[in-house]
């Protein structure tokens, strides 16, 4: 049974910092990319910022670009999220989410797992 475990999320103000990690279990993800969303009250689930498991290779929304920065640590199967200089139109409930390899991983469609989510709130 897959399990994706996000921790993290909380209050902040803006400029400030967290880290969000996801603690993923259940089967081996060597071929699958996992992926940070997030999702604000009533707008749509989007792509924040994903990584290959396997080769580290790493991609982001042009909203986060320069603040966030997705890692893995293979030892812990765990994916984190650090972001950095928060600003209040970051806040949204933040998920995990696990995509095979060779589908588009910047769409919501492509992803077969998903944690609960944690929310972050940027507070101005």
């Known amino acids: 049974q897959v399990q994706l475990v996000e921790s993290g999320g909380g209050l902040v103000q803006a400029g400030g910092s967290l880290r969000l990690s996801c603690a993923a279990s259940?089967?081996?993800?060597?071929?699958?990319?996992m992926g940070w969303f997030r999702q604000a009250p009533g707008k749509e689930r989007e792509f924040a910022a994903g990584i290959t498991w396997s080769s580290g290779s790493t991609a982001y929304a042009d909203s986060v670009k320069g603040r966030f920065t997705i890692s893995r640590d293979n030892a812990k199967n765990t994916v984190y999220l650090q972001m950095n200089n928060l600003k209040p139109e970051d806040t949204a409930n933040y998920y995990c989410?696990?995509?095979?390899?060779?589908?588009?991983?910047?769409?919501?469609?492509?992803?077969?797992?998903w944690g609960q989510g944690t929310q972050v709130t940027v507070s101005s």
């Open positions: 259940g089967r081996t993800f060597g071929s699958y990319v």
């Open positions: 989410a696990a995509a095979p390899a060779y589908r588009n991983y910047y769409y919501v469609a492509s992803y077969d797992y």
